[in-house]
């Protein structure tokens, strides 16, 4: 089956400006995570969704950083006016079980966002 | 606070050559511990799950095992397709199901 996708595989945009990152979760999975990745160092996390409800969003860096999943599948990374600390890959997963469980995260291939 | 620490950073081993990477952890009350392989411009991609001290799990040339306070990842007789960065993460009880990720090991086999 399909995995985890997102898009798009790369994001190049000038200081100041809005980005939007979209990630499709793997069919039927409940939970779904976003992570940023700078180089050479493991994923940090952002925020997590369990079906349409944000249940922890204490990752994120700044009120410029929005996450929504309005009908529990498709997600939207948002960043409001770019600055250079914003590059990074941002990666998407997602988990077939809610939080109660330990499931494994299955992530995509992420986002490269670069900030000009 | 709940920390990940991946050693060594980089390792570089001839094919064939058995060795282990370090994962160690402080976390309070661990759900999880979960081992994923990354390749170049990919995501890293799930390899186990421990849940327990004393819990072994294996794929292929791969073993991960886990103590109360760390996690091996023994690698026998390794091929150059075992190249890649091996992260390990930790989901901890009292939160909502989030991954603390170590930095990684970048593991290099050259035939």
């Known amino acids: 089956g399909a995995g985890v996708s997102q898009s798009p595989r790369y994001k190049v945009a000038k200081r100041g400006q809005d980005v939007a990152l979209r990630c499709d979760p793997i069919?039927?999975?409940?939970?779904l995570f976003w992570y940023q990745q700078a180089l050479g160092q493991g994923p940090e996390f952002l925020t997590y969704?369990?079906?349409?409800?944000?249940?922890?969003k204490s990752g994120l860096p700044s009120d410029r950083f929005f996450a929504e999943r309005p009908e529990g599948s498709v997600s939207t990374l948002k960043i409001q006016r770019t600055q250079q600390e914003d590059s990074a890959v941002y990666l998407c997963?997602?988990?077939?079980?809610?939080?109660?469980?330990?499931?494994?995260?299955?992530f995509g291939d992420g986002t490269r966002l670069s900030i000009l | 606070e709940d920390q990940v620490t991946q050693s060594p950073e980089a390792l570089r081993l001839q094919e064939g050559e058995s060795s282990s990477l370090n994962c160690s952890y402080t976390?309070?009350?661990?759900?999880?511990l979960f081992w994923y392989r990354q390749d170049p411009g990919k995501g890293p991609e799930f390899l186990f799950t421990?849940?327990?001290a004393g819990e072994e799990k294996e794929k292929e040339r791969l073993k991960a095992t886990l103590t109360k306070k760390e996690s091996f990842l023994h690698i026998t007789a390794p091929k150059p397709e075992d190249s890649a960065t091996y992260l390990c993460?930790?989901?901890?009880?009292?939160?909502?199901?989030?991954?603390?990720f170590g930095q990684g090991t970048t593991l290099q086999v050259k035939p």
């Open positions: 069919s039927g999975h409940v939970s």
């Open positions: 421990l849940y327990s």
């Open positions: 976390v309070s009350g661990l759900r999880g």
């Open positions: 997963a997602s988990s077939l079980e809610g939080s109660a469980l330990s499931a494994p995260q299955h």
């Open positions: 969704f369990q079906n349409e409800a944000q249940l922890d």
């Open positions: 993460a930790v989901q901890a009880g009292s939160n909502t199901g989030k991954l603390i």
